[in-house]
């Protein structure tokens, strides 16, 4: 061990100080001549686990370092360092993620933004985790916001936000080729090359790929659900002026996708089961203008335009968004900080109806108005702050909303932040919810008597045009510290109260050509509320040992009756990782996390699926041998050779995730 | 106390030849470093009154600069400033700058103009921004750039002895 070394010399220092710590604490620095402090090695390992964040929400920062050394290939595993985010994996290409509760495939609490473009679609009110995806190695960060962001994000920020950001393009120069071969990722690569433009401007250009195995049944038979996706992008920045600056970015991307379909039949065997193969493409461009008039006020404005279609056995569907906004901030009177904005988004889409899925009308065109306000006044100097704000939008199919927030943030002192919150937040109904036709499930003909069958009885969810927007009333508090030396910790408390929660009422019975069609009514009745904690904890031990532990409590409490429509997210929920680095050139990554059993909603089984609890063990160790060159191994799910994660709401089997391995080179030059 | 550890860490650090993991906090030693080169530097006008030193940082950097606050520099008690609004910069007589937004950045020069404001920050963009000193952290350990022209304008005075340890840009921009 090599850092013994550097220890014998300290070993005294250490008794006079009493506790473990750089070599000498800040004020003997202040004696050192200016030759000497250059002499000094430095080094800023004790960031993490030093830094306080200073919003006033339940936020987690997962930096690109997380990122790498998680061995995450894709953003939703990724999302998994984060306290309170409820990340499960059905099958190979699909997610189930959300935060504070009501996970599904098709969840829709949870706002996602990739470099300032939303995730969102339409749809269903959620996001198409398998076609969001960025180059890895350009991600800046991930700014998980847990709670209500509706204030400044607009409607469906209701559990979360969450931001996906990557480098600025001076940060990504030259190039970076990575790639690997594993068990479960089959083979990935993805190339990446920056370079300056002119004087002002920088650019980037990556393209990459990968192909991912097929999972297991319990019973022990291939799940068929391999996946591939090809995709590039690009980004070019350029200040303009010195008060200028521009951005365009772009991708575009290609997937097929491997799944079993669970389908119900009219006739018998009145359920059935086929292999499909899913094809979606898509991509985007964004450009934003940004506008700086002082250090204290700027304006911006964006505008980016979406598109995907995407085609499997139960529907396929076009949309293409486009989407405009305006933030203005100006800081006034020293101790007001007031930003303000405008936007506007018009989405068109294109739903081919299947016999599972029918929407009328078949094409739609909707748009979006919205405008928010937010002042942040510092009542007491660098000690007190509290931010007042609201937004207020139109839709086409709630009409007008309104979501305020109250926040007071108080820092008694540099090593302590408390914060509390009120917020209202909205989450609005989606295409489905209005105008989708949903076949799910038929109970085959019973025999009543002798002679005398039942015909079978064929269930439709139907939309409704009446469905209202979901509301939630959230309540937070949170306190953050960095007291103790080397250990911050983060604990956020959470009551949320949500109202014209999603519900379904019996509707027609409609006898058709030989079945008889009951239908399902969507509507607002439930009223669900949830509780809970989080506590993220960073530990430095030794410069070259980090700890970060996160637990999660979630408790969910539903209306009497409304269990089986209702998914139950994991109780508890810990992760514990140690970064080690017993050398300047090798890294040892270890991930344990423990997920509490969840209750999941299933059309197949009308009590809902139970999902065990599990333990997974996420291992990884990293070599550069010359600077620019790291070799990786990487073992997920360590624990069993597969584990049930979820199962979705409906069409699919319940898939489990296999045990893998995977070796990775990352080469930049 | 800390000289005898920093010395017997550079002799072993020498005898064993290698690179030694251990290391000093980055933002403390950033902080020191700005408070040396107040002491190198004499401004325009005399006087008596605190020096303010001003910090646009997070809670690390902050709490870095805390040990600064009362220290003496040339009969002048440092009075350590966080400046999480980027309001009245002209009141400080030392800047510390870390991690901001390039666009800012330049706004914030475009605001002290040529005032007699020492600002210093990490990495070499506070340079190109129109910044006077640049920490640089190159290899684990901490390069000084200067932009002469910078200092030169607003009527500061940087001591030669600092100047022999900094690497000089005089480009006219």
């Excluded at chain 1, 079978?456 to 937070?476: D, M, Q, R, S």
């Excluded at chain 2, 330049?106 to 920050?121: M, N």
């Amino acid at each position: 061990m090599t850092r013994l070394g550097c220890w014998l010399p300290l070993v005294f220092a250490v008794f006079a100080q009493g506790v473990y710590a750089d070599a000498y604490p800040a004020d003997e620095l202040l004696d050192l001549s200016v030759e000497e402090l250059l002499n000094v090695k430095i080094t800023s390992v004790a960031k993490k686990a030093q830094a306080l964040n200073d919003a006033a929400a339940a936020v987690f920062v997962i930096t690109q370092e997380d990122i790498k050394r998680s061995g995450a290939t894709n953003i939703p595993d990724a999302l998994r360092l984060a306290p309170g985010m409820d990340v499960a994996k059905i099958d190979s290409s699909k997610w189930a993620v959300s935060s504070r509760g009501f996970n599904g495939r098709f969840a829709n609490k949870l706002l996602v933004l990739i470099d300032g473009r939303s995730t969102y679609t339409r749809t269903f009110s959620g996001v198409y985790w398998e076609m969001q995806d960025v180059m890895l190695e350009d991600v800046d960060r991930i700014e998980v916001i847990r709670g209500p962001g509706g204030t400044l994000w607009g409607a469906n920020a209701v559990n979360g936000v969450i931001n996906i950001i990557t480098k600025h393009s001076t940060r990504t120069q030259g190039g970076l080729l990575s790639g690997g071969i594993g068990s479960e990722e089959q083979g990935f690569g993805a190339l990446r090359y920056g370079a300056k433009l002119d004087e002002r401007t920088s650019g980037r250009v990556y393209f990459k790929g990968f192909k991912r195995d097929q999972n297991h049944f319990a019973n022990g038979r291939p799940s068929a659900d391999g996946w591939e996706k090809f995709q590039g992008g690009f980004r070019v920045d350029s200040n303009v002026s010195m008060q200028d600056e521009v951005k365009l970015q772009g991708d575009i991307y290609h997937t097929n996708i491997d799944e079993i379909l669970s389908t119900p039949q009219l006739a018998a065997p009145y359920a059935t089961t086929f292999n499909d193969r899913a094809h979606a493409d898509g991509g985007n461009i964004v450009a934003k203008w940004q506008h700086t008039l002082s250090p204290t006020s700027d304006y911006s404005a964006q505008v980016y335009f979406d598109t995907y279609h995407r085609e499997d056995g139960f529907l396929a569907e076009w949309r293409d968004q486009l989407d405009f906004d305006f933030q203005h901030r100006f800081g006034w009177s020293d101790r007001h900080d007031v930003v303000w904005g405008v936007g506007y988004r018009y989405t068109m889409d294109d739903i081919d109806s299947t016999q599972y899925f029918q929407a009328t009308p078949e094409s739609r065109n909707d748009q979006w108005y919205s405008a928010f306000l937010q002042d942040e006044m510092m009542l007491v100097e660098e000690k007190l702050w509290f931010t007042l704000g609201s937004k207020l939008e139109h839709n086409d199919y709630s009409g007008f909303e309104y979501q305020p927030s109250a926040r007071l943030l108080w820092a008694p002192h540099h090593q302590h932040r408390l914060w509390a919150a009120v917020s209202r937040a909205v989450r609005t109904p989606s295409r489905g919810e209005h105008n989708g036709k949903v076949f799910f499930r038929t109970f085959p003909p019973q025999t009543i008597a002798p002679g005398l069958t039942s015909p079978p009885v064929a269930l439709y969810t139907i939309g409704n045009a009446e469905f209202k927007a979901e509301h939630l009333l959230a309540y937070e508090i949170g306190y953050r510290t960095t007291m103790i030396d080397a250990l911050s910790l983060d604990m956020t408390a959470f009551y949320n109260d949500y109202d014209n929660f999603r519900s379904v009422m019996l509707g027609d019975l409609i006898t058709r050509n030989g079945y008889l069609e009951q239908q399902l009514v969507l509507s607002n009745a439930f009223s669900p509320k949830t509780y809970g904690f989080e506590l993220a904890a960073v530990w430095q031990m030794l410069d070259w040992w980090r700890w970060d532990a996160n637990y999660s409590y979630l408790a969910t409490d539903l209306d009497p009756g409304s269990s089986p429509l209702i998914p139950v997210s994991p109780q508890q929920r810990i992760s514990m990782r140690g970064l080690v680095s017993p050398r300047e050139d090798t890294d040892l990554d270890v991930w344990l996390r423990y997920v509490d059993s969840a209750m999941t909603i299933s059309a197949d089984n009308a009590n809902g699926e139970r999902i065990d609890s599990y333990v997974t063990l996420d291992l990884r160790a990293a070599w550069r041998p010359v600077p620019g060159l790291e070799l990786s191994l990487v073992g997920q799910n360590l624990i069993s050779s597969k584990h049930l994660e979820f199962v979705q709401e409906n069409l699919t089997l319940p898939t489990l995730v296999d045990r893998g391995m995977y070796a990775k080179m990352v080469w930049e030059f | 106390m800390a000289r005898i550890a920093f010395y017997l860490w550079l002799g072993f650090s020498f005898t064993f030849g290698m690179p030694c993991a251990l290391a000093v906090d980055e933002q403390s030693v950033l902080a020191a470093l700005t408070l040396n080169f107040a002491r190198f530097t004499t401004w325009p006008e005399a006087s008596s009154q605190p020096l303010n030193v001003c910090v646009i940082g997070d809670n690390v950097v902050q709490e870095a600069f805390m040990p600064l606050q009362g220290v003496d520099v040339n009969g002048r008690a440092v009075s350590v400033n966080n400046m999480s609004r980027l309001t009245n910069l002209t009141s400080c007589q030392v800047l510390f700058i870390h991690d901001l937004k390039r666009n800012v950045m330049a706004q914030v020069f475009q605001e002290l103009k040529d005032s007699p404001v020492l600002t210093v920050g990490n990495g070499l963009d506070i340079l190109d921004n129109g910044g006077m000193i640049g920490l640089d952290n190159e290899g684990g350990k901490v390069v000084i750039h200067i932009d002469l022209n910078q200092v030169n304008r607003s009527r500061l005075k940087i001591s030669s002895r600092l100047l022999q340890l900094a690497v000089i840009r005089e480009n006219d921009k």
